[in-house]
């Protein structure tokens, strides 16, 4: 059975802040995945302060009734994203759904639990109502599924939940904006793109990361490059990228030739 040690790396490569926690990825309830159909999104009903309060609950439980771990990612109130359970998370509890089987929600869907209070008026952060369904556009990317395999705890369980309670535009709404990423619609400010490089320059010393930027560089610009049809176009492109890399690194510390040559090299190799 499978354990889904690549959401780590689909996450990051989204441009998306990732904590690895300790031991995620041989972490299950009695095992790993079966086959993944859909993304089940949850609230924590956690504490009203702090960015991530519920991570120890969710990697203890609560044995015997709730066994840990209890999901396969967090999600905190900056918008980070905590990988907790590769395999096998008890977070959907009985319910049902169309295509798939009674009561058996945790070996078909990957759980995010994502910090609230779960009022009912939302309590949820810019940050999360950017990261939240950007994460799960990436993940269902991976999967090769479309956004209405985002499903909502409240649908699973309609009796039983209401998670995750007050989001913006409803279940529905965090389904058009998955469905947004999906079709690659989302057009990115400026302050989206100065954070996710701020986070890039912190981190140049890590391959990994590194190859991230890479990525979500030519993935982000990659229609454009495909419509220039001309080379002082794409020229304009790479000239905007670098513009950009000098001002991170000035604001950051970095030294801005270091960083645009990291993010170079590395993408011209993939």
Same mark, same amino acid.
């Given at each position: 059975?499978?354990?889904?040690?690549?959401?780590?790396?689909?996450?990051?490569?989204?441009?998306?802040?990732?904590?690895?926690?300790?031991?995620?990825?041989?972490?299950?309830?009695?095992?790993?995945?079966?086959?993944?159909?859909?993304?089940?999104?949850?609230?924590?009903?956690?504490?009203?302060?702090?960015? /991530?309060?519920?991570?120890?609950?969710?990697?203890?439980?609560?044995?015997?009734?709730?066994?840990?771990?209890?999901?396969?990612?967090?999600?905190?109130?900056?918008?980070?994203?905590?990988?907790?359970?590769?395999?096998?998370?008890?977070?959907?509890?009985?319910?049902?759904?169309?295509?798939?089987?009674?009561?058996?929600?945790?070996?078909?869907?990957?759980?995010?639990?994502?910090?609230?209070?779960?009022? &009912?008026?939302?309590?949820?952060?810019?940050?999360?109502?950017?990261?939240?369904?950007?994460?799960?556009?990436?993940?269902?990317?991976?999967?090769?599924?479309?956004?209405?395999?985002?499903?909502?705890?409240?649908?699973?369980?309609?009796?039983?939940?209401?998670?995750?309670?007050?989001?913006?535009?409803?279940?529905?709404?965090?389904?058009?904006?998955?469905?947004?990423? !999906?079709?690659?619609?989302?057009?990115?400010?400026?302050?989206?793109? /100065?954070?996710?490089?701020? /986070?890039?320059?912190?981190? !140049?010393?890590?391959?990994?990361?590194?190859?991230?930027?890479?990525?979500?560089?030519?993935?982000?610009?990659?229609?454009?490059?495909?419509?220039?049809?001309?080379?002082?176009?794409?020229?304009? !492109?790479?000239?905007?990228?670098?513009? !950009?890399?000098?001002?991170?690194?000035?604001?950051?510390?970095?030294?801005? &030739?270091?960083?645009?040559?990291?993010?170079?090299?590395?993408?011209?190799?993939?």
């Amino acid at each position: 059975m499978p354990y889904l040690t690549w959401m780590a790396d689909v996450l990051r490569d989204a441009g998306l802040r990732v904590v690895e926690v300790d031991g995620w990825q041989s972490r299950g309830y009695r095992g790993g995945m079966s086959d993944v159909r859909g993304v089940l999104l949850h609230h924590t009903v956690g504490a009203p302060t702090g960015n /991530f309060p519920s991570l120890g609950f969710l990697l203890s439980g609560a044995p015997p009734e709730k066994p840990p771990p209890l999901a396969n990612l967090g999600l905190a109130r900056d918008g980070t994203w905590y990988t907790i359970a590769a395999g096998l998370a008890n977070h959907a509890g009985r319910g049902r759904l169309p295509g798939f089987p009674v009561d058996r929600g945790n070996p078909h869907l990957i759980g995010v639990e994502a910090e609230s209070t779960g009022a &009912d008026h939302g309590d949820w952060t810019q940050a999360q109502v950017e990261s939240y369904p950007h994460g799960v556009a990436a993940l269902l990317r991976h999967l090769g599924l479309p956004a209405d395999r985002a499903f909502a705890h409240k649908e699973w369980a309609p009796t039983r939940k209401k998670d995750p309670a007050g989001w913006p535009g409803g279940i529905n709404g965090f389904r058009d904006t998955v469905r947004a990423h !999906l079709e690659d619609d989302m057009p990115l400010s400026d302050q989206d793109i /100065f954070r996710i490089w701020d /986070f890039k320059a912190h981190e !140049l010393n890590n391959p990994a990361t590194v190859h991230s930027a890479a990525v979500w560089l030519v993935g982000a610009n990659m229609a454009a490059w495909q419509s220039a049809g001309a080379q002082k176009e794409i020229a304009g !492109l790479r000239a905007a990228v670098e513009k !950009l890399a000098e001002a991170v690194g000035a604001a950051q510390g970095v030294n801005p &030739d270091d960083l645009k040559k990291a993010i170079s090299d590395t993408a011209d190799r993939i």
